[in-house]
C-alpha cells in the first residue's frame, strides 16, 4: 500500500481550517463566486476541439446531462446555432449527421460539448461554456 503524506497533510490543513476558522468558507464562496463571472458571457473552448468523448470523460468524469439527436430533426435553437452553420439543415449531406450533445457541470458554470460520429469515435465539433441560468 502506497503512503501520500503530501495529500494526508494537505487534507489534515484543509480540515484545520474550516474547523478552526469560519472564514475559510468566505473564501470558498468567493471562489464559486470568482468562477461563475468566468462564465457570465458565453464563449467557445477550442482546447476541447477534436477530442473524442472517451478523452474528455476521462478529463471531466461523466456528463451531467446527454441527448442525442438528428441535424435533420434536432432542435436548433439559439443555444445550438453555430450547428446550423457547420451543417446546414438545407444541405442534403447534413441531413443525416447525428449529434451527441452533453455538458457538465462546475459550480454555476456549465460546459456543453456537441459530437459528430467520425469513423468508431465521436469527436467534439462545437464547444460552449456559459453560466447555468443563461438564457438563450
Known amino acids: 500500500m ?9 487534507n489534515m490543513l484543509f480540515m484545520f481550517c474550516f474547523l478552526s476558522f469560519p472564514a475559510c468558507s468566505d ?3 468567493l471562489v464559486t463566486k470568482m468562477n461563475a463571472s ?3 458571457t458565453p464563449v467557445e473552448k477550442p482546447e476541447w476541439m477534436d477530442k473524442t468523448f472517451k478523452q474528455v470523460e476521462a478529463k471531466l468524469g461523466s456528463a451531467s ?5 438528428n441535424m435533420k430533426d434536432g432542435p436548433i435553437t439559439e443555444f445550438r446555432g453555430k450547428l ?9 449531406e447534413s441531413q443525416s449527421i447525428q449529434i451527441n450533445e452533453a455538458s457538465w457541470m462546475e459550480g454555476e458554470c456549465v460546459l456543453t460539448l456537441w459530437f459528430r460520429k467520425m ?9 460552449l461554456y456559459w ?3 443563461s438564457d438563450f
Do not use: G, I, Q
Open 65 to 69: 446531462s446527454k441527448e442525442t439527436f
Open 27 to 29: 473564501t470558498t464562496k
Open 84 to 92: 446550423e452553420v457547420l451543417f446546414p439543415r438545407s444541405n442534403p
Open 131 to 133: 453560466h447555468k441560468d
Open 2 to 10: 502506497k503512503r501520500y503524506p503530501k495529500l494526508f497533510f494537505c
Open 38 to 40: 468566468l462564465c457570465s
Open 119 to 127: 469513423k468508431d469515435n465521436w469527436v467534439v465539433v462545437d464547444t
